[in-house]
């Protein structure tokens, strides 16, 4: 059974920094791209960032390249997300996500992911 826990959100200034993590379990997670979304009140799910399999390439949205680090540890079978510079406007509920077989153009589109976790709140105060 696939399972994606997300933890490590919690309240901070603007400037300061989050890490979140992803643990899974239940299946093999050396394969599977993994991503991380957010959504804010009101608004679409947004993709922020994902992993690659093997290689760990990465991607970013626009809004967070240069403040945000994606990072896989397959021996821990987690993820992370460095949040850095964080600003108001990243005030959202983040989610992460996993499926295989991914082509570069649709990593960040959350239709293309089968598995979620249940999100963790960031909340950025001004």
């Known amino acids: 059974d696939v399972q994606l826990q997300a933890s490590g959100g919690g309240l901070v200034q603007a400037g300061g920094s989050l890490r979140l993590s992803c643990a899974a379990s239940?299946?093999?997670?050396?394969?599977?791209?993994i991503a991380w979304f957010r959504q804010a009140p009101g608004k679409e799910r947004e993709g922020v960032s994902s992993?690659?399999?093997?290689?760990?390439?990465?991607v970013y949205g626009d809004s967070v390249k240069g403040r945000f680090t994606i990072s896989r540890d397959n021996a821990k079978d987690t993820v992370y997300l460095q949040m850095n510079s964080l600003k108001p406007e990243d005030t959202a509920v983040y989610y992460c996500?996993?499926?295989?077989?991914?082509?570069?153009?649709?990593?960040?589109?959350?239709?293309?992911?089968?598995?979620w976790g249940q999100g963790t709140l960031v909340t950025v105060s001004s």
């Open positions: 239940g299946f093999r997670f050396r394969d599977y791209t």
């Open positions: 992993i690659r399999s093997s290689g760990g390439s990465t």
């Open positions: 996500a996993a499926s295989k077989n991914l082509i570069l153009s649709s990593l960040l589109r959350y239709r293309s992911y089968a598995h």
